[in-house]
């Protein structure tokens, strides 16, 4: 199925190094070789395959080929040296693109050694506004229950996409968690995991969790930033500028797979709306150049916004998620009012869209489709 992004990356190519960062088994090899499609000499290398990986070393595939596309070169002791090496040595026609696991983006610190020679995508699971025009992406329930990675989205029934799940599950925690960094408290790690699918849409204590799973906040806090670096888990952080006395400083915590979701239907829709927003947001910061947050408001009295966009320094808009509330919010209205916002309250189950006071009450997929991934 087509990717949105694709058309962007093919014109990066023609100027700089390309990434391709996301979670695992988003699509991200996938795209690549799509893309490598368009070119009549395309050379595909996978570090984790030994013949490849001799290949790469020796810097051996052919001088003529138009696009070189390496994948999981992160595992390459000095690897930023080397593609920068090889980037600054290529045939002038050559492009060169890097895929790879999550891990990938714990590296973006690439110092002076890549610094001005890349660009980068982050691929995130569907959207509704990715798959606006396909017949498949009009139906919601489906991205709620089934999550929107390609192979539980696409498949057949919900039974293949269960057990989709359930290997993806046992792949992250055993395999892809061990091999970022040594974990001594492996069942530790994966309680603070299930805590955390129970916990989405409230904000999280280090310390409240550090008592369940007897560990220190520390320790807590780690696996939380580990669960984050592998793109299994994302931060939503409260906006504190000109209000730092009154907001409270815990994250919120997010899937990027919403079929990892254990709760109601609000919370399993206001983790879908997170994910829809941070897609949104990254691509604006990756197209734009413009700096685009995803935060939430909560005071210490209670009062709660779940999202506000943040460009530049400054709220562009803040967000209330319904499943089926139709009536405007008060907390909403609250910030709107005093802090002269530009509001709008997405529901899930809404019979007609309104204004009220100046804020948009609009159907859940209408919302979503005007996103900008």
Do not use: C
Request: aromatic share 12%; no cysteine.
């Amino acid at each position: 199925m087509y990717r949105k992004q694709t058309k962007q990356i093919l014109k990066d190519l023609d100027k700089k190094i390309v990434f391709i960062i996301g979670p695992r088994q988003v699509g991200k090899t996938w795209l690549a070789k799509e893309i490598g499609k368009k070119f009549k000499r395309t050379v595909y290398l996978n570090y984790d395959r030994l013949e490849d990986r001799d290949i790469i070393k020796n810097e051996s595939w052919l001088a003529n080929s138009e696009l070189l596309i390496l994948d999981e070169l992160h595992k390459m002791p000095g690897w930023k040296n080397y593609l920068k090496g090889v980037y600054d040595t290529k045939e002038a026609r050559q492009k060169i693109l890097i895929t790879g696991s999550a891990r990938l983006d714990a590296f973006r610190q690439f110092g002076d050694s890549l610094a001005g020679r890349f660009y980068t995508h982050r691929l995130l699971p569907f959207s509704m506004s990715e798959l606006k025009n396909e017949e498949i992406g009009q139906d919601i329930e489906r991205f709620l229950e089934r999550g929107s990675f390609p192979e539980p989205f696409l498949a057949k029934n919900k039974t293949e996409a269960k057990r989709w799940r359930s290997q993806y599950i046992d792949g992250l925690i055993r395999i892809d968690i061990l091999d970022f960094e040594k974990i001594y408290d492996f069942k530790a790690i994966q309680t603070v995991f299930e805590l955390l699918r129970r916990s989405v849409g409230s904000p999280v204590s280090y310390s409240s969790i550090a008592r369940d799973v007897q560990i220190s906040p520390i320790t807590a806090k780690k696996y939380i930033q580990i669960l984050e670096a592998l793109y299994i888990v994302f931060r939503v952080v409260p906006h504190s500028r000109n209000m730092a006395r009154s907001i409270l400083k815990e994250p919120k915590i997010y899937f990027f797979d919403n079929g990892l979701v254990i709760g109601d239907d609000g919370a399993k829709f206001e983790n879908f709306t997170a994910l829809s927003l941070l897609k949104h947001v990254y691509g604006k910061n990756d197209y734009t150049g413009d700096q685009y947050e995803l935060k939430y408001f909560r005071t210490k009295d209670g009062k709660e916004v779940d999202f506000a966009i943040i460009k530049n320094n400054k709220i562009q808009k803040i967000i209330e998620a319904k499943k089926s509330d139709k009536q405007l919010s008060k907390n909403l209205k609250f910030f709107a009012d005093k802090y002269k916002l530009k509001a709008t309250q997405v529901v899930k189950e809404l019979k007609r869209e309104q204004a009220v006071n100046n804020i948009e009450i609009l159907k859940a997929e209408n919302f979503f489709k005007e996103l900008f991934l």
